[in-house]
């Protein structure tokens, strides 16, 4: 178990944050709530556990704030467990974890590198293939079209969609930026899935009209925030939505690959294509040749519409 406080670590944040989720268990069980696995028979599967451990660790993190249960049977009455604010707030350090070992334990140290044929962040990519994306799992937008927005009347918080739209196959495309090249770093062209970055969201408005013909809806997601988001929204005259993972949501749901731009965390350019049921059908990752790639996944989704 988490072990107690020392009376000098009372008032370290660094002690605080791990006598709560310092554990190997607790931080794993955040993990796979994230992805959506949020029944006591579901963590126990993939998590390999004992009963006794995961009844211990769940209590833990109920108690500290970071998961809810919710019912989600009534006879007889099952719960959940669910993450609260406090627990999504976590996203953001599992990503940083993810990323931190993807380059300095399971890679070179390198932040340029190409992904490596059977290495881990394509094993991890094409892992997603056939599992289902959490539901719910909404993000920021800077869509151009608000009346598809989940917005709470007098809500402070920016507008929501969900990352699956309510069409027959959903793409959903992971870019890094859609900043001027003056803003971004000297060596930024040098990190894999970066240049061009704006090339897939041109292209997709293209063949908008012909892939929503086809009952096929496009989302763009990247970490950039929803209003600069909708300023390339208007300047490209760009009709799908375009989502905002700044809080790395999407990214801990789904363990995307990222990479640093200065202290930021980016998403890698990959292309999902997502069915009604939110099962992810077609995976397409490292993305090198961005118009060939385009036209994989529009051929993919109008199969799938």
């Known amino acids: 178990m988490v072990r107690e406080l020392r009376e000098q670590d009372i008032q370290c944040s660094i002690a605080q944050a791990a006598s709560v989720i310092g554990d190997w268990w607790s931080l794993l069980i955040v993990r796979e709530v994230t992805r959506g696995h949020r029944r006591f028979d579901d963590l126990l599967r993939e998590l390999g556990i004992s009963r006794k451990v995961l009844t211990e660790r769940l209590k833990h993190l109920v108690d500290h704030g970071v998961l809810a249960r919710e019912p989600y049977q009534a006879r007889p009455v099952r719960h959940e467990y669910v993450l609260t ?124 009209p012909e892939l929503a013909g086809a009952g096929v809806a496009v989302h763009g997601v990247s970490t950039q925030r929803p209003d600069q988001q909708a300023a390339f929204a208007a300047a490209e005259s760009i009709p799908f939505p375009l989502l905002s993972d700044m809080d790395l949501r999407l990214a801990a749901a789904l363990r995307l690959p990222t990479f640093r731009a200065g202290q930021d965390l980016k998403l890698k350019r990959l292309i999902l294509v997502i069915d009604r049921s939110r099962i992810i059908r077609h995976v397409i990752f490292p993305v090198l040749d961005i118009p060939a790639a385009i036209t994989e996944a529009t051929d993919a989704a109008r199969t799938l519409a």
């Open 85 to 208: 604010e406090t627990g999504w707030a976590l996203a953001p350090t599992l990503i940083s974890m993810q990323d931190w070992a993807d380059r300095w334990l399971l890679g070179d140290g390198s932040v340029t590198g190409a992904p490596r044929a059977g290495g881990t962040e394509i094993s991890r990519v094409q892992a997603v293939l056939g599992t289902k994306v959490p539901t719910p799992l909404a993000l920021p937008t800077g869509s151009p079209n608000p009346a598809q927005l989940n917005v709470v009347a007098g809500s402070p918080r920016p507008a929501q969609l969900d990352v699956v739209a309510d069409a027959n196959a959903t793409i959903l495309f992971a870019y890094p930026s859609t900043g001027p090249a003056t803003s971004l770093p000297p060596d930024w062209d040098q990190v894999p899935g970066t240049v061009g970055c704006t090339l897939e969201n041109r292209l997709f408005r293209d063949r908008h």
